[in-house]
């Protein structure tokens, strides 16, 4: 745990709620590579289940509820409440990792003059008027941060901001954590006993959050695309509220896919959950800013059919990686899943081995933390 009378740089992350998630993550790895670097590492959010994790880091969490709400009047109230924290800690330098909090932070920064940075972690859809002005906070930063060059290219397009301000920042995999070797037998078969995997069918694994854009119906229209005895499609992801993965239950049973799938809910051992698959998809209909998800697969060895489009061309080479299909299309993704399934067990192999060196080389949680701090450093 950080000494809250130290000396040393203090850097605050801020973003709505540790609960879980890819912004979740990083915001931990960050506060792990500050710790270790001698920084002390701060984050303030609403608070949620990887508050334990991030703390057993070297960070201290700062709860403020109301980051979750994205009303003027807490705008208002959270910059006056991190604009106090800033000072009272001696912060140097706000990382705001979410809009709404991103313009609390933007304000606490200029009435403090701590330095701002963003990362801009999605893709913001601009759907109604004012969008692109309420987005544009992201690109505000001294420094933005873009989580792939597909990111960047947006930021460019949207924003016209200065190039000398912007860096290109991938996500990253542990491989210390993300490596086929270091799962135990036992976390496979308590997975295989939760999941009721079939005996002797290929597994499918789609890991993504239960939404309408991250193609979980896509998933299933393929499937039903399939002659029995069709392989088991695992869907895990947190269900929210619940109500789309009803959906996704009766649209399921309505294919006659009733024994072909299952809902397995929120993953805490995603290496155990990618090593038990035999075909790892990802299915978004909408352009993902990155998908650490087809990292965490390829760093597992795993071979990866993914959307053609957003974060994942830059990390799937046609043949080379995984395969890319067009998005949206179940025809498509059911011609891909039984083409990759029908290959040698060693060809499959070769691709999930030459997806892991890629990984290893270029896209490591180790890269992205130096990367970050170094964005740090040039501005302290």
Not at 123 to 128: I, P, S
Request: proline residues 7%.
């Amino acid at each position: 745990m950080i000494d809250p009378g130290s000396s040393a740089p203090a850097i605050l992350q801020i973003l709505p709620s540790m609960a879980s998630g890819g912004v979740e993550r990083g915001t931990v790895e960050i506060a792990e590579a500050l710790a270790a670097a001698g920084f002390r590492a701060l984050v303030a959010s609403a608070g949620g289940r990887m508050v334990p994790e991030l703390e057993a880091v070297g960070a201290r969490h700062v709860t403020m509820p109301s980051l979750a709400d994205k009303s003027p009047l807490a705008l208002w109230r959270n910059a006056a409440d991190l604009a106090g924290l800033v000072r009272r800690e001696g912060v140097s330098l706000l990382h705001a990792r979410s809009r709404a909090p991103a313009w609390a932070g933007l304000m606490a920064a200029r009435r403090s003059g701590a330095r701002f940075v963003t990362t801009y972690h999605g893709t913001y859809n601009e759907d109604f008027p004012g969008k692109r002005l309420y987005n544009s906070v992201m690109a505000r930063g001294d420094r933005v941060i873009a989580i792939s060059h597909f990111i960047a290219g947006l930021i460019a397009e949207r924003h016209r901001i200065d190039p000398s301000r912007l860096r290109v920042i991938p996500r990253g995999v542990d491989p210390r954590r993300f490596d086929p070797a270091a799962v135990e037998p036992g976390r496979l078969e308590a997975l295989r006993a939760a999941w009721r995997l079939p005996s002797r069918r290929p597994v499918l694994l789609l890991p993504a959050r239960i939404s309408r854009w991250k193609g979980q119906k896509v998933l299933l229209e393929a499937l039903a695309m399939l002659p029995p005895p069709r392989p088991f499609a695992v869907l895990l992801g947190d269900f929210g509220r619940g109500l789309y993965a009803e959906e996704l239950l009766r649209y399921g049973t309505a294919l006659g896919l009733g024994g072909d799938f299952t809902l397995a809910g929120h993953g805490e051992d995603m290496p155990a959950a990618l090593l038990l698959a035999d075909l790892v998809l990802h299915c978004s209909t909408d352009a993902e800013a990155f998908g650490r998800s087809v990292i965490e697969a390829q760093a597992m060895a795993r071979p990866v059919i993914a959307s053609d489009l957003g974060g994942p061309r830059e990390t799937v080479q046609e043949g080379e990686t995984g395969w890319r299909v067009p998005p949206g299309e179940p025809a498509a993704l059911a011609r891909g899943i039984a083409r990759v399934l029908a290959m040698p067990a060693e060809a499959r192999a070769a691709i999930g081995a030459q997806a892991q060196a890629m990984v290893r080389r270029t896209y490591t949680t180790a890269a992205m933390q130096r990367a970050t701090l170094a964005v740090y450093r040039e501005l302290l």
